[in-house]
T-cell receptor, first 110, second 110 residues
Framework: GQNIDQPTEMTATEGAIVQINCTYQTSGFNGLFWYQQHAGEAPTFLSYNVLDGLEEKGRFSSFLSRSKGYSYLLLKELQMKDSASYLCAVGGSTLGRLYFGRGTQLTVWP | DAMVIQNPRYQVTQFGKPVTLSCSQTLNHNVMYWYQQKSSQAPKLLFHYYDKDFNNEADTPDNFQSRRPNTSFCFLDIRSPGLGDAAMYLC?????????FGPGTRLTVT
């Protein structure tokens, strides 16, 4: 089976840094994805890691450790518009197949 | 702009009355997916098409069917909706590893 865990909720203030963790146990692995989902909207792609290490993309960075089954999404210089759910997803053994976590609801306060 | 389009955005149906949700794409992607997402839960894959090859998830109820008449269009048919089928239904496409999501159709069952 597939098991993907991430915290349910997090809060932070504008301008701060927040780290959203994700741990996974899956039968196959074809990369680790992070998606952002605003309330009532579709998920949008943020990042993809297939090798260990840190991938940086502007204010967002994502880290992967395959041996530990662990990833995190780091958001810097938080803005109000970053309030959203952040979904961790693992690529399965079938190309394109994604297994999603429940999502972490991030609230950014002024 | 190339995109994934879902119609309608909001659908209300009666208990037991068949309903069809539509998805179209201008990305010319060969893979199309249907997900069900309930409030504060992970998107759950119902089925996907790899070109014309249909792939059903083992735990997708028989009540859910799908059609893909051509590359651009994919339909989700719910033969006899129950109250438990009220959810957001997301269509996604991919050519490789990344999935592109449509805006979703929120289904209400009365």
């Amino acid at each position: 089976g597939q098991n993907i865990d991430q915290p349910t909720e997090m809060t932070a203030t504008e301008g701060a840094i927040v780290q959203i963790n994700c741990t996974y146990q899956t039968s196959g692995f074809n990369g680790l994805f992070w998606y952002q989902q605003h309330a009532g909207e579709a998920p949008t792609f943020l990042s993809y890691n297939v090798l260990d290490g840190l991938e940086e993309k502007g204010r967002f960075s994502s880290f992967l450790s395959r041996s530990k089954g662990y990833s995190y999404l780091l958001l810097k210089e938080l803005q109000m518009k970053d309030s959203a759910s952040y979904l961790c997803a693992v690529g399965g053994s079938t190309l394109g197949r994604l297994y999603f976590g429940r999502g972490t609801q991030l609230t950014v306060w002024p | 702009d190339a995109m994934v389009i879902q119609n309608p955005r909001y659908q209300v149906t009666q208990f037991g009355k068949p309903v069809t949700l539509s998805c179209s794409q201008t990305l010319n992607h060969n893979v199309m997916y249907w997900y069900q997402q309930k409030s504060s839960q992970a998107p759950k894959l119902l089925f996907h098409y790899y070109d014309k090859d249909f792939n059903n998830e083992a735990d997708t109820p028989d009540n859910f069917q799908s059609r893909r008449p051509n590359t651009s269009f994919c339909f989700l048919d719910i033969r006899s909706p129950g109250l438990g089928d009220a959810a957001m239904y997301l269509c996604a496409t991919s050519l490789g590893r990344e999935q592109y999501f449509g805006p979703g159709t929120r289904l209400t069952v009365t």
